[in-house]
């Protein structure tokens, strides 16, 4: 159901959100995340554009979280890289369709759950799970 994008975008903010005020290089973060490095510098400028990932160039710069990783949720990242597309009116674009059929309506109500789903964690829970497993990337 997600997309690598995203997946990948989580893999990164939860890395950086388990050092939180910590910068990482691109470099540290393809080795830790496992994301491709092309594919990581396009993750981090979407991350980076929504406000949710800041950049420092020179000695010492890299990226970081820009907010505390509990005022993070995984739909905030999932909505910055490739966010959930709802179905607002019939994808076929039957005139007939004024309102959506019951297949899409079902799906609808799937995507709108899974929108709620990740309204309701944030990077800060999923860092601070019991699990000995460091979440989403390689320590």
């Known amino acids: 159901m ?7 975008a989580l893999r990164t903010i939860a890395c950086l959100g388990s050092e ?18 092309r594919y990581l510098h396009k993750v981090l400028q979407d991350l980076v554009r ?13 990226y ?3 907010l505390d990783p509990d005022a993070v949720t995984i739909l905030d990242v999932v909505n910055a890289v490739a ?7 019939c994808p076929l674009g039957l005139p007939s369709h004024t309102q959506l059929c ?7 109500q799937a995507y ?15 860092l ?6 460091v979440p989403l990337c390689n320590r």
């Not at 997600?2 to 990948?8: I, P, R, V």
């Not at 019951?102 to 609808?108: F, G, M, V, Y």
């Open 50 to 62: 929504a406000n949710l990932v800041q950049s420092r160039s020179g000695p010492g710069g890299g």
């Open 2 to 8: 997600l997309s690598k994008t995203a997946e990948y």
């Open 20 to 37: 939180p005020g910590q910068s990482e290089s691109a470099e540290t973060l393809c080795e830790r995340t496992k994301v491709p490095r």
């Open 128 to 133: 601070r799970s019991d699990s000995k497993m």
């Open 102 to 108: 019951p297949l899409h309506q079902e799906l609808d």
């Open 64 to 66: 970081s979280l820009s």
């Open 112 to 126: 709108a759950a899974t929108e709620q789903a990740f309204a309701r964690v944030t990077i800060g829970e999923v």
């Open 83 to 89: 966010p959930l597309e709802r179905i607002r009116h």
